[in-house]
């Protein structure tokens, strides 16, 4: 192969040189003067294209092309990413080339004549490789056909390509400015179509893309003004015309085969009407005015294109009727808004005022009398194809039908507030017999799309909600087809009947409520009353998937009798039903989250049999062997021990009085050692349970929780010692490898004792309860534990596993230390983390640890209390001294390691504490060297590919800041001035430098994510605000001055002066903000085309403007 196929060939094979050679080619040119000596030359993506091109077409001609469809359609698609890059932009790039020109051949570019030659021989050559494109596109008989056959077999003849070649086309014209955009379709398209001299298929694909990219945010100015004064002739004398033969001509004969040229040349019609539709806000009432010159009836035509055999076809005319049907909503709003606007200024505005607004007003106004018409036509025309919807379904047409489904849920969307006032011209009956039998099919993504669309109106119909209920209950039941098989389809269909389904029957109990709860009572007696097949258990979990998907609005109910009631029906049949039914663990799960759902009413029935039926469901749970059911136990996202923990939780937490019988504590009891008996029950079941047993423990007596509690930890301590010995035996062989098992363990015990003390702390009561009382309980849990806790965290403190649990239970513990009087507790747990800190050996350890530090001077930083001060000053340097130890373990940048470790603990105490934060540092160091560490990092931290990090990193510069101004130097004494004057200057000169060029950088080119542009900007806000103009003027001046900045000398002229303003004068934060935000949304654009100068930046420099 030759070069240029050879470079594409890698670039399909995803060879990273080939990638780099063409983004680079296609970015920048480089010069070339050695080929030539004195001669020399550029060479850029025009020059690739070229030999591309050229290339091509010698293998094509010497008959050694094989399969080159690929590398023309990679070719014409970077082709049209350059082709957005304006011949401005282009002469710009190669004066850049110039200018990097090696010392060597300064000399020559010294040459303004040669410099100017070669900036006009590319442009030339744009132009040359645009002229043979057109002739691609527009002269197939440069394409190389098959002899027999006659049809075309030219890579160029790939409709893909083809396309592509077309969009390049359009994206030449519209870089090239409204005057080059309006010469190629009055000067070349419309005469052309008018003497069928040009290709259909090639016309409307060019068309369809000037469109397109007449709305980026780089087209030129006044693009949009040419686009606009173009639409009639291009909607009469291009689109319709075409749109008309192509669709009689597409399934001419009736045929039903594949898509041809006609059915490809009818879709892409249909796309460029839409495009052109939105470019101009145009909906199908100005649309059908436009029209109105010819003898085309556009809007019939629309509805006739839904009669098409190809997909593409329907699945374009459903697009484009529900773009018209939104731009005539939009224009309904308006007249809606300026009719109120008419009453409310009456007496208030001038003659003038009122006759401005009154023509105005008429003219939205046609929009009112002439939309519930269309809308109506279109509800008639969408109605007749539910019989064609049947024929394709019976044909096994999947793809036909789901556009029908799709075009149909459109039209229902927009027409249902005529529906539901009964203003439409004519029955609906048509449209929702379709949808309810797209809601009948079998295919989860056409039954959705239908569903959605129902599940809005069917709240406001009780009829529709009745009729629409038992196919959603249907649909409810798991295929059994599905169970066994592994190609994605249960969980495409899981995620279908959680989402889509689910809110489906929700809008249907909105609809009709009542018989609602009825159906679904009636289904589970029924299931449960059945003899027992292999299907019963799907049945009857879809019928407690349905009464679980309303439980949300049911338990909201004001009145609850009739739920009461048919609760208690539901729950008495489960009890009833065959052992073999309710313990497949697919209705177990399914029980589980109902009772976990209605916990909260199953009290408010009549008798407690609901509430302790419903209990020992959720308690045998735990004692079923599930074993024999493989992968059944693991369908969707839960598990069935999962569900029954999380129920029981809400039953203990709804009515823990109902569990204080000797009976039921020892059923709890039992459930809570299940684990230690060899059953296995993951830790965030047990975590669950554990919150519903501390709710049952806070209902008895204050003098018996000290016994409850012990009685509750006892299995756990003891745990812990046990398997604390298998850990150093394993461990002490030198096998950490192996011990990853028993860590797990450790750690899950170790969250159990954080769940006790945090639930115990937690637990609500009806009763008024003095959390000394609760706080005298758990110390002598701490006490027991304390020995075997140490022991590990001396032992594990290098593991993560174990060192998130310890922090977990440290951080919990701090609930204890209320008071000076818990100052010994609190030095405890101090003790611990320092000990599991200085054990730590990598970064990843240390970190679960500083959530408790953070906690530590969240609760504590503000106490006026040398010891505690001390405290969290010595927890803040051992953890810097730990994570730079690990740094250099590991090799990491240590001030990078230390911002992404620690910003949000030192964030707390800047806020608590400032002080105590600037003045921190080792022995022998500087004071404020910790500070000093953070602010070199933080430039480098800003620009992350982590979001947390720079999250965390903005809020740690914030409250910084907060934190400076908060300090009255006037109130501190001599030594305290000393020790902080200079860190405070050092930490402002930084906030005006590096960290400013960084956040303008970032937030104003467009680099860092958008959910970060906001606080970026109040961020430089917060700097600015203190500032002097000349103490930030060269850092935002290098900021906008770097090559990543793409708006032009406009933008940045008005963005500076912006700046400045902000210094000067009290800027609004939301103006700010917005002009910060607009110009990340410009840059967001292709970065081979150009923004400067451009629709979007003259509407930006009119909007920020000081002279607006």
């Known amino acids: 192969m030759s070069h240029a196929v050879n470079a594409l060939d890698h670039a399909l094979r995803a060879d990273p040189q080939g990638l780099a050679f063409l983004e680079q080619t296609a970015s920048l040119y480089v010069l070339d003067a050695a080929s030539t000596p004195g001669h020399p030359t550029t060479y850029g993506w025009w020059n690739f294209l070229n030999d591309a091109l050229n290339e091509v077409e010698r293998y094509e001609s010497e008959g050694a092309a094989s399969n080159l469809e690929g590398h023309v359609r990679l070719l014409a698609t970077i082709t049209r990413r350059v082709a957005r890059r304006p011949p401005s932009s282009d002469r710009r790039l190669v004066k850049i080339c110039f200018a990097n020109a090696s010392m060597t051949h300064m000399n020559l570019m010294a040459n303004a004549q040669l410099s100017q030659s070669l900036v006009g021989s590319n442009a030339e050559l744009r132009e040359r490789n645009m002229g043979r494109i057109a002739a691609i596109v527009f002269d197939w008989s440069f394409h190389r056909t098959n002899s027999s056959a006659g049809h075309p077999t030219s890579a160029f003849s790939d409709p893909v390509a083809m396309e592509q070649f077309c969009g390049v086309l359009a994206c030449n014209a519209v870089s090239s400015g409204p005057t080059a955009v309006r010469h190629l379709v009055t000067d070349w398209i419309v005469p052309g179509v008018d003497s069928q001299q040009l290709p259909p298929q090639a016309v409307v694909a060019i068309i369809l893309h000037i469109s397109v990219e007449a709305r980026g945010k780089g087209c030129p100015a006044g693009t949009k003004d040419v686009i606009s004064s173009l639409l009639p002739s291009v909607c009469k004398s291009i689109i319709g015309p075409i749109l008309l033969e192509s669709l009689r001509e597409g399934d001419e004969g009736g045929s039903s085969g594949g898509e041809n040229i006609n059915h490809r040349i009818a879709a892409i019609s249909l796309r460029s009407l839409e495009s052109w539709c939105r470019a101009n806000e145009i909906g199908a009432v100005k649309l059908q005015k436009i029209f109105n010159s010819t003898n085309i009836n556009i809007l019939v035509t629309i509805a006739d294109a839904l009669y098409s055999n190809s997909e593409a076809v329907i699945d374009a005319v459903s697009e484009l009727i529900d773009t018209l049907l939104q731009l005539d909503e939009r224009e309904a709003s308006i007249s809606q808004g300026l009719s109120i606007a008419q009453s409310l200024m009456n007496g208030v505005m001038s003659d003038t005022g009122l006759n401005s607004l009154d023509l105005a007003r008429q003219i939205t106004g046609e929009n009112d009398t002439a939309r519930p018409r269309i809308l109506s036509e279109f509800v008639s025309a969408v109605g007749l194809q539910r019989f064609r919807f049947s024929e394709r379904q019976t044909k096994g047409d999947v793809s036909v039908c789901r556009c029908l489904a799709r075009t149909a849920a459109v039209v229902l969307t927009h027409a249902q507030d005529l529906i539901k006032k009964g203003t439409l011209e004519g029955s609906p009956d048509g449209l929702l017999d379709l949808l309810f039998k797209a809601v009948a099919h079998p295919s989860v993504y056409v039954c959705g799309i239908a569903v959605e669309a129902l599940t809005n109106v069917a709240p406001s119909s009780a009829e529709l909600s009745t009729k629409l209920l038992p196919f959603l209950q249907g649909k409810a039941i798991i295929p059994f087809h599905l169970i066994e098989n592994d190609d994605g389809g249960l969980e495409e269909y899981i995620n279908f009947r959680e989402r889509v389904l689910a809110d489906g029957l929700a809008g249907?109990?909105?609809?009709?409520?009542?018989?609602?709860?009825?159906?679904?009572?009636?289904?589970?007696?029924?299931?449960?009353?059945?003899?027992?097949?292999?299907?019963?258990?799907?049945?009857?979990?879809?019928?407690?998937?349905?009464?679980?998907?309303?439980?949300?609005?049911?338990?909201?109910?004001?009145?609850?009798?009739?739920?009461?009631?048919?609760?208690?029906?539901?729950?008495?049949?489960?009890?009833?039903?065959?052992?073999?039914?309710?313990?497949?663990?697919?209705?177990?799960?399914?029980?589980?989250?109902?009772?976990?759902?209605?916990?909260?009413?199953?009290?408010?029935c009549e008798t407690n049999t609901a509430f302790e039926i419903a209990s020992e469901l959720a308690i045998n749970a735990f004692n079923q062997d599930l074993s024999s059911f493989g992968s059944l136990q693991s369908i969707g996202d839960s598990s069935p021990l999962s569900e029954a923990a999380n129920a029981l939780k809400q039953l203990l937490c709804s009515s823990p009085a109902l569990f204080s019988s000797p009976a039921a504590l020892s059923a709890l009891e039992n459930a809570w050692k299940a684990p230690y008996d060899s059953k296995r029950i993951d830790v965030e079941e047990r975590e669950m349970l554990c919150s519903g047993l501390c709710a049952v423990l806070i209902s008895f007596p204050p003098d018996q929780w000290t016994a409850s509690v012990d009685n509750l930890a006892r299995p756990v301590i003891a745990c812990l010692n046990i398997v604390s010995k298998e850990a150093d035996q394993i461990m002490g062989k030198g096998n950490d490898e192996s011990a990853g098992p028993i860590l797990i363990r450790l750690s899950n015990e170790i969250r159990l004792l954080a769940a006790i003390v945090h639930n115990f702390m937690k637990s609500k009561t009806d009763k008024p309860i003095d959390d000394r009382d609760r706080r005298k309980a758990l110390i002598p849990l701490l006490h027991s534990s304390w020995p075997v806790l140490t022991h590990i965290g001396n032992k594990c403190a290098s593991h993560t596993v174990v060192t998130s649990s310890i922090g977990k239970l440290l951080t919990e513990s701090l609930l204890l230390v209320e008071s000076e009087e818990e100052l010994p507790l609190l030095n405890e747990l101090v003790a611990l983390a320092k000990t599991v800190i200085t054990k730590s050996t990598s970064s990843s350890s240390v970190a679960p640890m500083l959530t408790f530090v953070e906690q530590v001077v969240d609760q504590h930083g503000t106490k006026r209390n040398d010891a505690i001060h001390n405290m969290i000053k010595d927890l803040i340097l051992v953890s810097y001294e730990a994570i730079l130890s690990s740094g250099k373990a590991e090799g990491s940048e240590h001030s990078q390691l230390i911002a992404a470790t620690m910003f949000k603990t030192l964030s707390s105490c800047a806020k608590r504490c400032p002080l105590l934060l600037l003045t921190i540092a080792r022995d022998g160091k500087e004071s404020g060297e910790v500070i000093h560490c953070c602010m070199e990092a933080s430039p480098q931290t800003l620009k992350s590919n982590e979001p947390d990090a720079i999250v965390i990193t903005i809020r740690f510069l914030a409250m910084l800041i907060s934190a400076l101004k908060s300090i009255s130097l006037e109130s501190l004494d001599d030594g305290q001035k000393q020790l902080l004057v200079p860190v405070i200057d050092y930490i402002n000169r930084s906030f005006r430098a590096?960290?400013?060029?960084?956040?303008?950088?970032?937030?104003?080119?467009?680099?860092?994510?958008?959910?970060?542009?906001?606080?970026?900007?109040?961020?430089?806000?917060?700097?600015?605000?203190?500032?002097?103009?000349?103490?930030?003027?060269?850092?935002?001046?290098?900021?906008?001055?770097?090559?990543?900045?793409?708006?032009?000398?406009?933008?940045?002229?008005?963005?500076?002066?912006?700046?400045?303003?902000?210094?000067?004068?009290?800027?609004?934060?939301?103006?700010?903000?917005?002009?910060?935000?607009?110009?990340?949304?410009?840059?967001?654009?292709?970065d081979t085309g150009a923004i400067a100068g451009g629709e979007a930046v003259l509407q930006f420099v009119k909007k920020f403007s000081k002279d607006r």
């Open 994 to 1086: 590096e960290i400013l060029i960084s956040l303008v950088t970032l937030s104003c080119c467009g680099i860092l994510p958008l959910d970060a542009v906001t606080d970026f900007a109040s961020l430089i806000q917060q700097i600015l605000s203190p500032s002097q103009w000349q103490d930030v003027e060269a850092s935002i001046s290098a900021a906008f001055c770097t090559n990543q900045f793409l708006l032009g000398d406009e933008v940045k002229t008005v963005a500076i002066a912006t700046f400045k303003r902000c210094i000067e004068s009290k800027y609004p934060a939301s103006t700010f903000a917005d002009m910060i935000t607009d110009m990340w949304n410009m840059h967001q654009t292709d």
């Open 508 to 604: 249907c109990y909105a609809g009709c409520n009542a018989f609602f709860l009825q159906s679904c009572s009636s289904a589970i007696e029924e299931f449960c009353q059945a003899s027992p097949t292999s299907h019963l258990p799907y049945q009857l979990e879809a019928a407690l998937f349905c009464m679980v998907a309303v439980a949300e609005k049911a338990v909201k109910t004001t009145d609850k009798r009739d739920l009461c009631t048919q609760l208690q029906r539901m729950i008495s049949a489960l009890a009833k039903s065959p052992s073999t039914t309710t313990s497949h663990p697919l209705v177990t799960m399914k029980a589980c989250r109902f009772v976990n759902k209605y916990a909260r009413v199953l009290p408010l």
